[in-house]
């Protein structure tokens, strides 16, 4: 099935800019920087191969938003946003110069200010390497984690509790491994719950990144600890986002946290500050 056009004020400038110029032609990315194709730069708008056309009018609206991605089909634009009635929130997909990231309620969902969710994404990755066996990522999210943590692991199973984040996340092409990954299994469900019917022992990492305490405190609760120390295999390591330590209030989360995952039973807690997080080894 081909893949929708996918758009941003990025894009939507350069195509601007070309028709200023009268430029018969000029490249452009379909997917948000993945790749790029020459697109015919004519009176009625920009024509990208295949025949689809962004109107001047509505390359105009999307070069004006920098919150929101938008999807070009059958000659319209439609904003990547979604209300999920099941949370009472906004999803929406914003875009960055790489990857873009995932807004619930306007908050970002990956580190964006010098750097971008993909580097986030490496870097919170990396603190856990070499990622091997069995992978539990606790929050998909755009599943960026979980696509990268399928490079080199066995099986990776990854939970999300909105299904408006999957929903964003099939429009994102950035996400497009995380729906066609034999590797990565997913799951519906709140990771609190679903981490219940895993068997003792039965992951050799995990990779809990939460939103922020505010938004999932029971996802830093000592009871939700205990249940990742008790699937995690002895010698296992979890890596958990926590926020930027130089903030007061999430240094004040992570030393709870830390508090909390040593009473669960995590033997040494080793703060990573450049993942904005700590890793907890059984
Ligand atoms: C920070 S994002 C995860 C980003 C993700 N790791 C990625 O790489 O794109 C947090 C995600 O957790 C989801 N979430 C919130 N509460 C949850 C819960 N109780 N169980 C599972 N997922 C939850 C949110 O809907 C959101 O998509």
Request: proline share 6%.
């Amino acid at each position: 099935m081909p893949q929708p056009i996918v758009l941003s004020f990025i894009q939507a400038k350069q195509l601007l800019k070309a028709r200023a110029a009268k430029a018969e032609t000029a490249l452009a990315s379909p997917d948000l920087g993945i790749s790029m194709v020459e697109v015919t730069i004519a009176d009625s708008g920009a024509i990208f191969p295949g025949g689809e056309c962004l109107s001047w009018d509505d390359a105009t609206t999307i070069a004006a938003e920098e919150t929101r991605c938008f999807v070009l089909e059958h000659g319209r634009i439609k904003p990547i946003q979604i209300y999920s009635e099941e949370t009472d929130r906004f999803y929406s997909l914003m875009p960055t110069e790489g990857a873009p990231t995932l807004l619930i309620s306007g908050i970002p969902m990956h580190r964006i200010k010098g750097t971008d969710p993909y580097k986030d994404t490496l870097s919170k990755v990396r603190t856990i390497a070499p990622i091997r066996g069995r992978v539990l990522d606790t929050a998909t999210g755009l599943g960026y984690t979980a696509i990268e943590e399928a490079k080199t692991a066995e099986q990776v199973i990854t939970v999300e509790f909105d299904p408006a984040a999957l929903e964003i996340a099939r429009l994102n092409p950035w996400s497009r491994r995380l729906f066609d990954n034999p590797t990565i299994e997913q799951r519906i469900g709140d990771v609190f719950d679903v981490v219940q019917d895993f068997a003792d022992g039965s992951f050799s990492c995990i990779l809990h990144d939460p939103p922020m305490f505010s938004l999932a405190g029971q996802l830093y609760s000592g009871e939700f600890y205990r249940q990742l120390y008790r699937v995690l295999k002895r010698g296992g390591r979890l890596f958990h986002y926590i926020g930027d330590p130089s903030n007061t209030s999430a240094a004040t989360v992570t030393r709870g946290a830390v508090r909390r995952l040593q009473e669960a039973g995590f033997t040494r807690i080793v703060r990573r500050p450049e993942a904005f997080g700590v890793v907890a080894y059984k």
